[in-house]
């Protein structure tokens, strides 16, 4: 019932304040083997005076409610890795830009730890002549390489922003569309409301009902890290992603519990081999990153 009332909460005020929110739909393959099984996921574009925030719609609620869950948990001295709450989607991280300077942070989990890694790559466009309608706008068309990937970009100038979704901006006039060159990352243009019109629509019954295995939450402010140190972290998660559940489990004074399929495990060894298996199977599931030069 907590859960819920957050979530009503949620949905009736406004929480950003003033502002201009884009709102995307973000289209991906999370298997570079499977083009043809695309998800599909809304983001939204806050955009203020001062700066810009890109995330996503489904993770802003879910986080929430996540918070509300394991302060409860870490209070009662157990934590219950079977937390049900919406569903979170797939896109975890959030991007914020900086005006004038565009100074760009991309901030990431890996695990229960959070990131803010500063782009340190800049965004050279070619614009081309081309023009097509987009919705109600004149949009023009723009190539870029980033990331390890050919994007083309398609942008108006009707709309007072140099901005677009995730780290993309530069261009003189809003990113409505882009798509990478393998058509595997995709975002389209759904429309565009001032903050006072917006109310985040996501239904408190959104839950698919699975059981969804958070450990522990964020913790706290995202660590600084450049480029380089994310992509040496991130391989050493790769290589081994239970790393911090076993040092966790060692200190021999937290209960833990994980069910797999209708099935209770508590012994901890045996825990540690589930979510192990469990992990690596995923990493080869969602193995097409947007940014292939952040996540070799």
Do not use: C
Request: aromatic letters at 10%.
């Amino acid at each position: 019932m907590k859960h819920l009332n957050l979530l009503l909460l949620l949905l009736s005020i406004s929480i950003f304040g003033q502002g201009t929110r884009i709102a995307y739909e973000y289209e991906f393959a999370p298997n570079i083997n499977q083009k043809d099984t695309i998800k599909k996921e809304t983001v939204f574009l806050d955009i203020r005076k001062d700066g810009s925030k890109f995330y996503s719609q489904k993770q802003f609620v879910a986080d929430s409610l996540r918070d509300q869950y394991f302060k409860q948990m870490r209070a009662s001295g157990t934590i219950n890795t079977n937390f049900k709450g919406t569903n979170p989607g797939m896109v975890k991280y959030n991007v914020t830009k900086s005006y004038p300077d565009y100074n760009i942070v991309l901030k990431m989990p890996i695990n229960t730890n959070n990131y803010a890694i500063k782009n340190e790559k800049s965004i050279v466009w070619k614009i081309d002549p081309e023009t097509k309608k987009i919705d109600k706008f004149t949009a023009q068309k723009a190539t870029t390489e980033f990331g390890g990937r050919s994007w083309t970009a398609w942008f108006t100038q009707e709309l007072p922003f140099q901005d677009g979704p995730y780290k993309f901006s530069g261009l003189p006039g809003l990113i409505l569309e882009m798509q990478d060159a393998t058509g595997t990352h995709a975002y389209k243009f759904l429309g565009i409301k001032k903050f006072d019109d917006v109310e985040i629509k996501e239904s408190a019954n959104d839950s698919n009902g699975r059981a969804t295995v958070i450990i522990g939450g964020s913790k706290g402010k995202p660590l600084d890290v450049t480029e380089a140190k994310f992509t040496q972290l991130w391989k050493e998660y790769k290589n081994d992603p239970v790393k911090d559940m076993r040092q966790t489990l060692s200190q021999g004074n937290v209960k833990m519990k994980l069910n797999m399929n209708g099935k209770d495990i508590s012994d901890p060894n045996e825990i540690i081999r589930t979510m192990e298996k469990s992990q690596k199977e995923a990493f080869k599931n969602d193995n097409n990153p947007l940014e292939l030069t952040l996540f070799p």
